[in-house]
């Protein structure tokens, strides 16, 4: 690289005075006034205008500072195809991509190293609240923070490992689960301030609404201190009303619950002998049933058809319910036969 230096000591000579920025910003264009507000009056600055260089210099610190609160990240950009249109996407092209970019050792390169690496103070900023130990506030090294809540969230040893000032994190398994864990416990924390501000807002409301009773109560109570004479034979009145009103309320009650207890005495009487009726014709049926098989059991017996085995003469059902078993028994015959 070959360095010129000439003009190097001119670029602090480049100056802005005040009084041409104070000029320009008195324009009545916006934007000529926008490019200049050190020019403004209230922002007077009695220190040496800034040079090119200086200001060079502050925009890369500002540039560095930036970056530098900044994660890396390893991006390859692939072709799908060599139209470039949507929609498309050859294999061919991809694959030798692929292979050639050295995409497929990186990943092994990967894989057999550590997938995430992170500072030691972010990391246990991010996942303390996943362990009680270490939440709200951890007091102690950060290492040894990051380390209980490792152990507490029981990673595998060979998931992770621990440097001087990182954690290094070899699958990308382990870093998911962990979010997964963060988002859920996120969600019930946010459950828990909605609760306890609820809890908060419900007790105000209620010592509010104290407050005011005791109030209405006082006042209530002067009035009432002042009114005493003049409503004690109207007061009597309505309590003698409101007496009579609850016996009278009573006593329905009462007869009210006599007749259900009459009602309900008569339908489990009808409930009953309905279900005595029903067994006993359920009896009868099955009774009736038992004869009607057993004298056709006895007419078949009478009715068989002779042993040729030409004959396939078969005699005729006589119940219906019994045809199952009817052509059973044919089919059985018949096959002995």
Known sequence: VMY??????????????????????????????????????????????PTAGSQFKASVATLMRNLQTKNPNYIRCIKPNDQKAAHIFSDALVCHQVRY?????NVRVRRAGYAFRQTYEPCLERYK??????????????????EVLFNKLEVPEEEYSLGRSKIF???PRTLFKLEDLRKQ?????????????????CRT???????????????????????KYQQIKR?????????????????????????RCEEAVTTIAAY????????????????????????????????????????????????????????ELKRIFHLWR
């Open 101 to 105: 970019l050295g995409l497929l050792e």
């Open 185 to 201: 416990r996120l969600e019930d924390l946010a459950t828990l301030i909605q609760k306890i501000y609820r809890g908060w807002k």
């Open 4 to 49: 010129q230096v000439e003009g190097f000591v001119d670029k602090n000579n480049d100056l802005l005075y005040r009084d041409l920025s104070q000029a320009m910003w008195k324009a009545n264009h916006s934007l000529i006034k926008a490019l200049f507000p050190e020019g403004n009056p209230v922002k007077i600055n009695l220190k040496r205008p």
């Open 169 to 171: 994190i070899r699958n």
């Open 272 to 327: 009953w002998h309905g279900a005595q009726a029903r067994r006993e014709l359920r009896r009868l049926k099955e009774e009736a049933r038992n004869k009607l098989i057993q004298k056709y059991f006895l007419e078949m017996k009478n009715k068989m058809p002779s042993l040729s085995p030409v004959d396939k003469n078969w005699p005729a059902r006589p119940y219906l319910f019994l045809d199952l078993t009817h052509k």
């Open 129 to 146: 609240m996943l362990c009680k130990e270490t939440w709200p506030q951890w007091r102690g090294p950060v290492r040894i923070g990051v």
């Open 205 to 227: 409301y209620f010592l509010l609404m104290k407050k005011s009773q005791i109030v209405i109560s006082a006042w209530y109570r002067k009035y009432a201190q002042q009114k």
């Open 235 to 259: 007061s009597a009145i309505i309590v003698q009303s409101y007496i009579r009103g609850w016996k009278a309320r009573k006593l329905l009650h009462e007869l009210k619950h006599q007749k």
